[in-house]
Structures are given as C-alpha cells and as structure tokens.
C-alpha cells in the first residue's frame, strides 16, 4: 500500500483544514489508520487513530475537541478534519497504517509522505 497525505497549506488561527491520506497499490480497508505530525526540532507525535472498524476513534489530548478522524474505504481514504487551528499545531502531517491496534500506535505498516500545515497568528 502506498499513502499519499495531502491537503495541507497556510491559514489563520481559528482556521479549519481537512487532510486527506489516499491509499493506491492496496486496500485501506484492512488497516487501522492514524495521523502523526512532527514540529521543527520535536519529535514526531501520534495524534489520532481510527480502528479498522471504523467504530473506535483516539486523539491525544493536544487536539481532542478540535480535529477528528474519519475513513471512507470506498474511497480508499482517511480523513484528518481539524478546526479551531492554532500556531502550535503548524507541522509536517504524516498519515500511517497498521494491522497492529495499540495506543499509540506503535508498529507502522506504512508511512505516507507528509502534508506541510502552518498556522500563522
């Protein structure tokens, strides 16, 4: 499987952004899916995972409330919808797949490249 995140640009504060994690070369539908993101000088951090099912969801507490997860397996493709954006949530986005569910997630199946978000006070 091959991912490929996207989506990601320049806004506000208070700005709203939906990423997106297309699948090609495989099915979407067997993984759980996650996001991750890495700030300049951090480390990469796991923000969110959706189960296979699609009925569990995880946030990390930097964004509970404010970003969601969601997966269109028809579409093959993973939804990151974040609102109220702030400063600190600028970041490279990486979307990632496993068949392992843990929190977080640990074993990464596979990487997509990363969506570039900056948020400007």
């Known amino acids: 499987v091959q991912l490929q995140a996207s989506g990601g640009g320049l806004v506000q504060a208070g700005d709203s952004l939906r990423l997106s994690c297309d699948a090609s070369?495989?099915?979407?539908?067997?993984?759980?899916m996650g996001w991750f993101r890495q700030s300049p000088g951090k480390e990469r951090e796991f923000i969110a995972l959706i189960a296979q099912s699609g009925r569990t969801t995880y946030y990390a507490d930097s964004v509970k409330g404010r970003f969601t997860i969601s997966r269109d397996d028809a579409k093959n493709t993973v939804y990151l919808q974040m609102n109220s954006l702030k400063p600190e949530d600028t970041a490279v986005y990486y979307c990632?797949?496993?068949?392992?569910?843990?929190?977080?997630?640990?074993?990464?199946?596979?990487w997509g490249h990363g969506t570039l978000v900056t948020v400007s006070s």
């Open positions: 070369s495989g099915a979407l539908s067997i993984y759980h």
């Open positions: 990632a797949g496993t068949l392992v569910y843990s929190i977080p997630m640990q074993i990464v199946n596979y």
